[in-house]
């Protein structure tokens, strides 16, 4: 009987079952806990990195004030103002700006505007959309990842890997019915994903 309930342990000695039920017992906690805390530590240290990635600010030229994803990205200092766009244009080309400018801060969040020496910018945390003038016409654009063949669209054109400029012209008040439930949902999705860095985030991950 007393053999029954023992047993022998790695060293040769002979032990009680019972010692070697917890001993076992004890080991396998030991090793659970140690697997535990090394999965509670990688979450940690992802979530750390993506809070970095999401704080990290932009780099602001010392000598315009704009500011940029990357350090000494090339650009113009030069400070225009929106009102010199629109000199010796036709005053209906305001008005379609203005409605482009509103139609896109209804979408997405805050939208600042960066005038330089060729277009305007519309901007959350960088650049997402804008617009240029035209001597007869307000050339729209906005960011998307996908090149999106809708007619109306007259130019798509890919600026930089993954970062396609989508362009549409407004001439007239009718062509206002281009700023519709479509294109709504494209320019929620050019300010979350470009202007907001959130395509950039998760390709940092």
Same mark, same amino acid.
């Given at each position: =009987? /007393? =053999?029954?309930? %023992? ?10 079952? /019972?010692?070697?039920? /917890? ?8 090793? =659970? ?18 809070? $970095?990635?999401?704080?990290?600010? #932009? ?6 004030? +704009? ?7 090339? +650009? ?6 929106? *009102? $010199?766009?629109? !000199? ?13 400018? %509103? ?19 519309? =901007?959350?945390? !960088?650049?997402? %959309? ?12 906005? *960011? ?21 400029? +989508? ?19 494209? !320019?929620?999705?050019?300010? +979350? ?6 395509? #950039? ?5």
């Amino acid at each position: =009987m /007393a =053999m029954a309930d %023992a047993g022998v342990d790695k060293a040769g000695r002979v032990v009680c079952s /019972a010692s070697l039920e /917890a001993l076992g017992s004890l080991r396998g906690t030991e090793h =659970m806990a140690t697997r535990n805390a090394r999965s509670a530590e990688r979450p940690r240290v992802q979530a750390s990195t993506r809070r $970095t990635i999401e704080r990290r600010p #932009l780099w602001q030229c010392p000598r315009c004030g +704009h500011r940029f994803v990357t350090k000494n990205l090339w +650009h113009s200092c030069l400070d225009v103002d929106v *009102a $010199t766009h629109f !000199v010796g244009r036709p005053p209906v080309l305001r008005r379609l700006y203005r409605a482009w400018l %509103a139609f896109v801060r209804k979408q997405g969040g805050a939208v600042s505007v960066s005038p330089n020496r060729t277009r305007i910018a519309f =901007m959350a945390d !960088v650049r997402f %959309a804008g617009r240029s003038v035209l001597k007869d016409r307000v050339r729209c654009s906005l *960011a998307l990842a996908r090149p999106d063949r809708d007619a109306r669209f007259v130019q798509v054109k890919e600026e930089v890997p993954g970062w396609r400029a +989508h362009r549409f012209d407004l001439a007239t008040p009718a062509d206002l019915r281009l700023l519709d439930a479509w294109l709504a949902r494209r !320019v929620r999705e050019s300010w +979350h994903e470009f202007g907001m860095r959130k395509r #950039l985030r998760k390709r940092a991950r």
